[in-house]
């Protein structure tokens, strides 16, 4: 293909992009454009199955019967949200064996706030409080990307991770007015998660390596500092509605902005967590990659017999 034609191409897609029209996977797209959503798709999909080790290892010991069927209904969601968006990154030429080869040899990242330890049942409040809150905040924007299959891919999610939401913060309420122990467990647990819940957002804008780029093209349609400043915003009031306190002492209402100021986050923890060294990092990657490989005997059953039906069928027909 000519560098004349290659041009033309670059122009219909970025008029396409301009007029607000879904890419599709058999449409022509800048490799860059396809790398860049192969990137964000793989790790929004890598931070679904993560983010199930966490909570997974608090099942057998939820309060109540009715608490541990609804964590059971949030994890298997959320493997269900990771089953969608490694099939929407598939359209793009990338097979799921080679997504998760990246993420297991460190290549592929997911989200930082996974590599946090969940200490107490306060942690499963907190986390869909305030972790699936910052989730929603992020993928109720992408049900507006410029690709497709991401874009239909969100409509779904966002839905169900709205119930996880209002279950999480339901646990804080609960929690907010018991004993003083289980009041001083959620104020506790808020303090833990409320920093690294602000990480998830990534990095400020003009640290950003790729929120310029993913702009241009309608990958994001808020910034990580305007996606920040919105759960801000909108999680304050709630933490005071159920007597909760946010831990930051620079936090105030701006009148003028009408909106809150905020305290400094610790940049350097974040890029530490990003790198593998936050608390959790090494325990959750080694948990994920036992499961694959203490798992490889059920693909290679699953395999072995639809061979057999495919063999069977082929028979049948001749």
């Not at 009148?255 to 305290?263: A, M, N, P, T, V």
């Not at 499961?291 to 027909?317: F, I, L, N, P, S």
Request: net charge negative.
């Amino acid at each position: 293909m000519s560098e004349e034609q290659i041009k033309s191409l670059e122009n219909q897609f970025e008029a396409r992009i301009a007029r607000d029209e879904k890419i599709e996977p058999k449409d022509w797209m800048p490799e860059k454009y396809r790398q860049t959503h192969i990137r964000q798709m793989s790790q929004h999909a890598h931070s679904e199955i993560i983010g199930m080790l966490p909570e997974g290892n608090w099942i057998t010991r939820a309060p109540s019967l009715r608490r541990k069927v609804a964590l059971l209904a949030k994890v298997q969601d959320e493997g269900g949200h990771g089953l969608y968006l490694y099939s929407a990154a598939e359209t793009l030429g990338i097979s799921r064996d080679e997504m998760f080869e990246q993420l297991h040899t460190g290549k592929a990242k997911y989200s930082s706030i996974f590599n946090y330890p969940a200490l107490t049942w306060a942690d499963m409040g907190a986390i869909g409080w305030l972790v699936d809150g910052a989730a929603i905040i992020n993928q109720v924007a992408l049900c507006g990307t410029s690709y497709g299959p991401y874009a239909r891919a969100m409509v779904r999610i966002c839905k169900e991770e709205s119930f996880h939401q209002r279950q999480g913060y339901e646990i804080m309420l609960k929690l907010s007015q018991g004993t003083q122990e289980q009041r001083d467990m959620a104020q506790d647990a808020l303090n833990r998660f409320w920093w690294p819940a602000l990480m998830m957002f990534g990095p400020k804008d003009e640290d950003s390596p790729h929120t310029a780029q993913s702009m241009k093209w309608k990958l994001k349609r808020k910034t990580n500092d305007d996606l920040r400043q919105q759960f801000i915003d909108q999680t304050v009031p709630q933490a005071e509605l159920i007597g909760l306190t946010v831990p930051d002492p620079d936090l105030k209402w701006n009148e003028e902005r009408q909106s809150y100021d905020f305290g400094e986050i610790d940049w350097d923890e974040f890029w530490q967590v990003v790198k593998g060294h936050g608390p959790c990092n090494k325990e959750r990657m080694a948990a994920r990659v036992n499961a694959w490989e203490g798992g490889a005997w059920v693909r290679d059953a699953a395999m072995a017999y639809a061979e057999k039906q495919q063999e069977r069928k082929t028979k049948q027909v001749s």
